[in-house]
């Protein structure tokens, strides 16, 4: 990257980052109940630090030239049955892309997402999913993502 900023892996060291960044991802996009989001912080810190350990979760950040983080992304790697779109029977799933506000419209989540699309090419995974926010959508379309068919419910609100 140029202008100063770098980009770096995630460690375990880093799940504390990784979840405050996706708290106030969802806080953006939804104004979710803090007890839900607390939930999840709590759950999510222990899936993360497990995935990280495994290899399963691989997470990026963009530091600035103070090495303060300033932006993120991951992508968990999701073993599934072999089909015709991953016939490796692996599956990339972008998660949790946060660009910190005053770091905004720099390009910093295309980076991202560009490294993270890289180094999912590079590692034998034929297809990457995300669930998009009505924020990230024009990036994402722009980087060649495509609406799917998928259907879902949830059992929450039920």
Known sequence: MNN?????????????TIIRQR????????DY???????????YATWA?????????I?????????????GAGMWVQALM??????????GHVVNVYTEPDYRHQGLA??????????AKSHGITSVTLNASQFGRPLYESLGFEQDNHMIISLLDH
């Open 49 to 57: 630090k497990e995935l990280l350990t495994r290899g399963e979760y």
């Open 33 to 43: 109940d803090p007890a839900r989001l607390d939930a999840m912080s709590a759950a």
């Open 82 to 91: 072999p089909n015709p779109n991953e016939p490796t029977g692996f599956r």
């Open 59 to 71: 997470g990026w950040f963009v530091v600035n030239d103070t090495q303060e983080i300033v932006a």
């Open 110 to 119: 295309r980076q991202l997402m560009v490294t993270v699309l890289d180094w």
């Open 23 to 30: 708290r106030a991802m969802f806080e953006e996009i939804r």
């Open 4 to 16: 100063g900023f770098q980009i770096r892996f995630a460690g375990v060291e880093d799940v504390p």
